[in-house]
């Protein structure tokens, strides 16, 4: 009988040590995703952020970026690609597991791009392949677009405390 007790008690102490190994590890995984669903959420943020800038400029002192782009849906989604490949600068996490992106793009690439795009999709309109060369003007000299994104993780993934 105190035999049984004992191999009772081994095999307790054998499954609890897997169970908080196994807790451990989920919780890592946990905590990466946490990590990572921050982190896109941030830079996601942040390339909205540009978009809106990179829209609201002026191509001439008559129209904005965001008349051109409305033309027609092909000269969007070129655009909305184009915004996709913005360069990182920097990622940084904070305590509570959130985190910030902070994304850049130089006007001189911004205005290639529009003009590529004219050059491809356009089909006539307001705005005339030319009028990009104004655009260092009537922007007041801006050279690089840059904004920062926050992210949070899906708070059904926040790490809760685990119980041996």
């Excluded at 921050?38 to 996601?44: N, S």
């Excluded at 005339?128 to 060369?133: G, I, L």
């Excluded at 949070?152 to 405390?161: G, K, M, Y």
């Amino acid at each position: 009988m105190i035999r049984a007790a004992k191999i009772a008690m081994c095999v307790a102490v054998v499954a609890l040590g897997t169970l908080s190994a196994r807790g451990d590890a989920i919780f890592e995984k946990r905590k990466a995703q946490n990590r990572l669903l921050a982190m896109r959420a941030a830079r996601t943020d942040a390339v909205r952020k540009l978009a809106e800038r990179i829209k609201g400029l002026k191509i001439t002192s008559q129209t904005t970026v965001q008349d051109f782009v409305t033309e027609s849906d092909t000269i969007r989604t070129a655009l909305n690609t184009h915004l996709m490949g913005m360069k990182e600068i920097s990622v940084k996490y904070l305590e509570d597991d959130s985190c910030e992106v902070v994304m850049q793009i130089k006007l001189s690439q911004v205005i290639a791009t529009l003009k590529n795009i004219h050059t491809t999709y356009s089909k006539g309109g307001k705005v005339k392949v030319d009028d990009f060369q104004q655009m260092t003007t009537t922007n007041n000299k801006i050279t690089l677009i840059t904004e920062t994104g926050s992210g949070v993780p899906r708070s059904e993934l926040i790490p809760e405390p685990l119980v041996p």
